[in-house]
Every structure is written in C-alpha cells, then in structure tokens.
C-alpha cells in the first residue's frame, strides 16, 4: 500500500476521487468562458528551426491569477450554491492565489492555509485577490490540522489542488483550447507533473479530442515520485528533501491522477536543474513570456534529449508566469 | 535651419519623404499579412483597478524578429524588384535585425552597418537573421559613410530605419490592428518615440480609423527632441549625450516624421529613468511579457501622472522584447 510520507498533499487521507470524462472538460469549458482568458498560443520559427520540430506554446502565465490553476479554481468554485460560506486550501503556491480570485468572484471568503516559511510574495498574490491567510506550522499535519479546523469552525468547502474532479476538469480546459487553436493535429504534448491535476485534465482531453496525440509527463530529477510511479506501476513518495529550482511541481500525486497517468499518459521522463534553468530562460529570450520554472520542464524535456521532438508538432502548455524577478535562477547561478 | 549634430539617422542628409497615407497603410496589412504575425492584445483587471482605467497591451514584443520593427522592414522588402542586390542600413537596434529577417526572407543580403561599440547581443541577433554586419567606428558620419561605400560597391537599397514612407506604412499597421481588434473605442494611444516611425504610423492609423481617438507620444526625460519640437513648433537635436535605458528611442526625429506629430499629436510628454524602471518591471509583473525598457514608455506616463488615464480606455503598444537578460535594471540598480 501506498503510505505517504512526503509534505504533498497526496498524503491527505481520503476517499478516492473519480476522475473527469470529456463531457466534464467540455461543460468546465462552457462554465468558465465568461470568466477567463482564451490564452493564446504562440510559436517562433527560430525555437522551431533549432529543434526541428513546431513548438506551439499554450500561454497560461497569462491567464487570471498568473497561471492555468484558476481554471480548476473557477470550476470548482463556480459550481458551489450561492450560500457557500466559503473555501479553504492549503497551498504556497499558485492553486491558493486562484481559489482566492474565484472565490471574490463568488463573494465567498476564501481561506489559504500557508506555511510561515513561505515567501512573502505568494502570501501577497493570495492577499491581493482578497484571500485570508492562516499561518501554520510548516508541516503537511499542520496544514491539514489547520484546514480541517477552518472547516470545521465556518463551514468553508476544501477545494484540493488537484485531487478533484472539478479541479482536474478545469486543467483540462487548456489542452481542449490548444488543440482546438493549433490549427493542425499535435503529435505530442508535453506537461509539467507535479500532483497531476494538469496531466490528468490534459490526458482525458487529448484523447476525447485528438486520441492521435501522445502525451509525455515532465518532472524535475528532485522531485520525480510520478515518473517512478509510471515505471514501477505503483504510486510512489516523493523522496524528501525535495529541492528543485521548479517549486511548483514538488507535490506527489493522488490515487486519481495517479491511475489516470498509468491509464492514458504516453510516457514520463525527468529532467535536471540546468536543462530547467536553460529552457526557462530560453523562453524569456525567444517568446518573450515571462514564466515560472516549473514551465521550463517540457522544453528542457527536449533540451536534454529525453523526448524525441524533431519533425513533430509538440504542444507545450506555459503553466504559469509567478515568479521573483528578484531571483532570477541566472542571476543567482548562472547554470545556462 | 534645423542642423543636426546628434548620432540620430535624422542627420543623415536627404531630400524629404513623404509620409503614407492611410490606404498605403491597409496596404501594408494585406502585404504583410502572410509574413507576420497578428500579435495578440492583452489585458490585466489588476492593472486596470490600480490605474482606474482599461488598459489594452499590443504585444509586439512577440512580433516576428521581437519587435514592430519587423512590420516597416518587410513592408518595404516585399516591395522591391526580385533583381534587387541587397538592402543596407545603419541601426545598433532592432531594425537592423528586422531588416535581416526581412531580406533573408526574399533571398536578399542585408548590410547591417553597427558601430563597434554596439553589444555583442544586438549583433548576435542580426547575424542570426542571416544579416552581414559590416562594423564601423561609433560616429554618424562613419556610420553614414560607411553605409553609402555599401550602396555604391553592392548596389544594395539603403532602407532607412524610419526616414521611409513604406516604413513608415508599416508601423502604422500594429495601430491598425489594435484598433480592430479593441472591440470597444480608444480613448487614447500611448506611443514610444524615437526617431518617430511608429508615432507617425500610429497617428495616420488612428486619425484613418478612429479619429476620437488622441494619439500622444512619450519619450525619456533624457532624449525629449520630439517633445520640445512639440512645444516649440521647430524640430530640435537631441542634446548630446543621451542618457537612458530607453536604447530604442534615442534617435532624433525627421523631418517627415516631425510634420507628421505636429499635425496629428494630441501631445507628447517625457518621463523619467526611475519611472521607466518602474514601468517595465510592472509589465514583467503583471502582464508575464518580456519587454524592452523603450516598451515601458507609456505605462510609465501614466505611473508618473504626465496623461490623464482614468476612466478610459487607453491603447499600448509594447513595441518589443529585445533585452539583455543578464543586465535587467533592477538587478544593476534598484531603482523601484
């Protein structure tokens, strides 16, 4: 039996969770087109002459909340009744930021439940859209305590990252509009794994829409639980400490997008801290979108060579843009 | 007299162009169309709450060659006979990579005249288009001297970075598109100035298109030509020497330009360094876009109260994304 051990919230006991069908992507789609941005999809000829292949970029960092994780938020919030007294989650990253956006679109409080070690500037974003936060201790049984007793003390709905239906229904937004803006049949789309709400939204929607397409999960070297998982056909830990340069995929999977990635994904591969730090910089040169590193996982896939890319259409979902422009990984170490 | 003793290409001597007019601009679109891409136009509700205002972002930044520069190189390229020998020009910025691409386009050599001071990056971008950079020494008159030895040896056509009537057209096509693509009237265009080449289009455009709309030229406190021959009725030199981070917009206008802002511009005004700075790091922030510090003109007129925004919908062009990543202005110097 699976046993968690590692700070994601895979470890959050519960029930098990039925993954979306195509029928759900394509009804969240509906839900959230009053509310949320068609992104759009961006190519340079020059990416595409140096890896001869055409890359498509589905452009996420520019969504509402700065990444895709508003369209699982909106779709899981928007279904709520009216006298929801309001949502709860634990999350330092961008998952808090768009449940607090969807949430002031509903006039529902929203509570993030965040570690004191997080950065202020994630504490911020969730603020700037009018969440509340609640401090705990960095531990995942702090977090859980400590959203189990929001619950319980105002009746605040947990939304999970990623260990939701409606969540992962949302993710699937993406993938749907992608391939329908490509223009042209994707070989190959490429996504960065960290819980898997992304890859299990993307793995439904490409095959009800475009069952041709191979889809290939991404992870870090440090945090590769789910590429493990995929090899060994059992879900896997994530192994602690995690420490990778791609914050936002540092959680291990659930039951649901772990099966739905032995179930549909076409392969997982990882990939190390420099080929991540070179792509991401990679797209702020060519593309000109500032993103996140965890949106450096599928080009630094085809950086390193670990996915086949040449003569294929590869689409490529840009998660999110949130990031320190204090920090930036080349000014910190310069590993390109 | 206006004598020029700045480094602009508005001192090169020449007899005066005549500016498009709006059909030579729709023209252009249709020209261009198959070559370029209709970049998209962004908004952000964040920034739109803080300024009280709606604010609409043309991303030329993901315009082929990274930057709008590449509308007014290929509209004139496109144009010449198949038989031509080459193209020149003199520009240590983004026309020069622009004319390149266009050049390389219809099989043609592009001569990019670039002083020896010229950073290794801005060459390196040329000669990626395939652009034969011919190095001369930092001054006008080599640069000009230089460029005519090219002419004369190679029967290259000089084409002037914004001294051009196809140019010219060109620019005004990113405002052409803007415009159509709003879904709602602007109020007002905020444009970057330099040498005057995207002013110019941009104010034919809009006064073709949308004649309620006020069209006002920004330009940096250290490179304020345009706004003092505003002012003054008479096109001024740039006073030597030019000190910004805004590198695009050091050119002096032209005499076909300058004709162009004073009958057309509702006004021009100037901002600072620091608001510059400001500026493009709230662009990165916020709107996840790579841009140039030239680019950050028009938010920055706003951040420093010099145009009215509030309770209207103002139109930007974020002319382009060409920026040494290793040398990003709040890293060298807070200035925020």
């Known amino acids: ?72 938020a909106f779709n899981a919030v928007l279904q709520l009744p009216p006298d929801t007294p309001g949502v709860v989650t634990h999350s330092s990253g961008n998952h808090g930021a768009a449940l607090a956006l969807a949430a002031r679109n509903r006039g529902f409080p929203a509570h993030v439940v965040m570690p004191t070690t997080a950065p202020d500037v994630k504490r911020a974003a969730v603020r700037a859209y009018g969440g509340l936060v609640t401090a705990c201790e960095p531990t995942l049984a702090a977090r ?7 619950v319980r003390e105002t009746g605040a709905v947990f939304i999970h990252p990623f260990d ?9 937004t993406a993938a749907l509009e992608l391939i ?8 190959l789309l490429l ?3 960290g819980g898997g709400g992304l890859l299990a939204g993307t793995l439904i929607a490409a095959a009800g ?21 995929f090899r060994s056909g059992q879900r896997q830990p994530q192994v602690l400490p995690v420490a990778t ?13 772990f099966s739905v990635m032995s179930w549909l994904a076409a392969d997982m591969v990882t990939v190390s801290e420099a080929a991540i730090v070179r792509a991401m910089r990679l797209v702020w040169e060519r593309l000109k979108v500032v993103i996140e590193p965890s949106c450096a996982l599928p080009l630094a896939a085809i950086l390193e060579g670990k996915v086949k890319a040449e003569g294929l259409t590869v689409g490529i979902i840009l998660t999110g843009g949130n990031v320190d422009l204090d920090r930036l990984p080349w000014t910190i170490s310069p590993a390109s």
Chains 1, 2 share one sequence.
């Open 164 to 172: 939701s239906t409606d969540v992962v229904a949302g993710q699937g």
């Open 245 to 257: 340069i791609a914050d936002g995929v540092t959680a291990a999977m659930s039951e649901m997008t």
């Open 180 to 187: 329908e803006d490509a223009g042209c049949r994707i070989d």
């Open 144 to 150: 859980e305590a400590t959203a189990e007793r929001i």
């Open 1 to 72: 039996m699976f046993r968690a051990d590692g700070p994601s919230e895979a470890a959050l006991p519960r029930a098990a969770v039925p993954p979306p069908d195509m029928r759900a992507i394509e009804a969240a789609h509906r839900r959230l087109r009053p509310f949320l941005r068609r992104t759009p999809v961006l190519g340079r000829s020059s990416l595409d002459s140096d890896f001869g292949a055409r890359i498509l970029f589905k452009c996420e960092a520019f969504q509402k909340s700065g990444s895709f994780k508003a369209r699982g």
């Open 209 to 229: 829409m475009s069952p041709a397409t191979r889809v290939i999960g991404v992870e870090p070297e440090a945090a590769d639980d789910a590429t493990r998982g």
């Open 191 to 193: 996504v960065p794994v």
